[in-house]
C-alpha cells in the first residue's frame, strides 16, 4: 500500500464498460481515499468531462459506443496534462506502443494487480502537483535578469518587453531548467517531468526537440536561449550578456511553427 500522503479528495474519473469489474475498481480506490466517478461508456465519459474537473482518467480502452482514443481526445483538449492511464485485454507490443504514442500516461493490460494501478496512479498524480506548485511560485523567483519565464502567460520574456509564445511542453522545461539552477538537469529528470514515457521518448529524441525549441528562441530573439547543454549529462539554465542590438518583435501566440513536442 502507498503510504504517501494524497491530496484529499483526488477526484477520479472511470471510464470501464464491465459493470462488475468497474464497481470492484471504484471501491477498490474509494478505499485509497479517492473520490470516484464511474461511468461506462464514450459518451457518459465525455459529458462527465465537460461538466466537472477530473484530477486523473482511469480508460478501458474498449467500450461499447466508442473507444478509450476518443475519450483521450476529448480530455487532452480540456487539459492535455490529465494524468491517464489505459486498462485493456491488449497486451500486444505494438498496441502498447501505440496506447503510449497517443498520449497515455501508462498503458496497463489486463488482468493487472489493482495495487499496481494504484501506484502508477499515485505517482502520475504526484509528478502532476509537482509541476502545478513549481508554475504556482510567485512570479518574482522566476525572473532571472534578463530572461523570464512567465508562467501564467505561458511565454518567454526578454528584457521586459519581447515575449516568445511557448507550448505547454515548452513551458515545463524551461520551468524545469529555471527551478534547478544553477544545476544541471539530467535528460531522463527532463524525460520524467515532460511527462513522456521513458521507453519511447528517447534521449535522442529529446535533444532534437530541445535544438527545435533553442532555434526558434534565437530566431526571434536574436541571440542565444538561456540554456546550453552539459555533454553527457542534461541541460542547465544559463544567463546570455545582452546583446548589441536589440531583439526583433516575437510572433504572436498561436504562430508557433516549430514546438518541443
Not at 471510464?15 to 462488475?20: G, L, Q, R, S, W
Not at 477498490?28 to 461508456?41: E, H, I, K, M, N
Not at 494524468?83 to 488482468?111: M, N, Q
Not at 530573439?221 to 540554456?227: E, H, K, L, R
Amino acid at each position: 500500500m502507498n503510504d504517501e500522503p494524497m491530496t484529499p479528495a483526488d477526484h477520479i474519473l472511470v471510464v470501464e464498460d464491465d459493470p462488475i469489474g468497474g464497481r470492484q475498481l471504484a471501491r477498490f480506490l474509494r478505499s485509497f481515499g479517492y473520490q470516484v466517478t464511474l461511468v461506462g461508456g464514450q459518451a457518459a465519459a465525455l459529458e462527465q468531462l465537460a461538466r466537472q474537473s477530473f484530477q486523473g482518467v482511469i480508460i478501458d480502452l474498449t467500450l461499447t459506443d466508442g473507444d478509450g482514443y476518443g475519450v483521450l481526445d476529448a480530455l487532452h483538449l480540456q487539459d492535455p496534462c490529465l494524468p491517464t492511464i489505459c486498462t485493456t485485454g491488449r497486451c500486444e507490443l505494438s498496441a502498447r506502443v501505440e496506447g503510449l504514442k497517443a498520449g497515455f500516461d501508462h498503458y496497463l493490460p489486463k488482468p493487472f494487480e489493482p495495487l499496481e494501478l494504484e501506484a502508477l496512479l499515485a505517482a502520475v498524480l504526484r509528478r502532476r502537483r509537482l509541476m502545478e506548485a513549481r508554475l504556482a511560485a510567485p512570479q518574482a523567483e522566476r525572473t532571472a535578469e534578463r530572461w523570464q519565464v512567465l508562467t501564467h502567460e505561458r511565454c518567454l520574456k526578454l528584457d521586459g518587453t519581447l515575449r516568445i509564445p511557448l507550448s505547454d511542453i515548452e513551458l515545463r522545461f524551461l520551468t524545469l531548467l529555471h527551478d534547478e539552477a544553477p544545476a544541471t538537469v539530467a535528460r531522463d529528470a527532463i524525460i520524467r517531468t515532460l511527462g513522456r514515457p521513458e521507453n519511447l521518448y528517447t534521449r535522442a529524441r529529446l535533444d532534437t526537440a530541445i535544438s527545435r525549441l533553442r532555434h526558434k528562441i534565437a530566431a526571434v530573439a536574436d541571440q542565444p536561449a538561456p540554456f546550453t547543454s552539459v555533454y553527457g549529462t542534461g541541460y542547465v539554465w544559463v544567463q546570455r550578456p545582452a546583446a548589441a542590438q536589440p531583439p526583433r518583435v516575437g510572433p504572436e501566440p498561436g504562430k508557433n511553427s516549430s514546438e518541443l513536442v
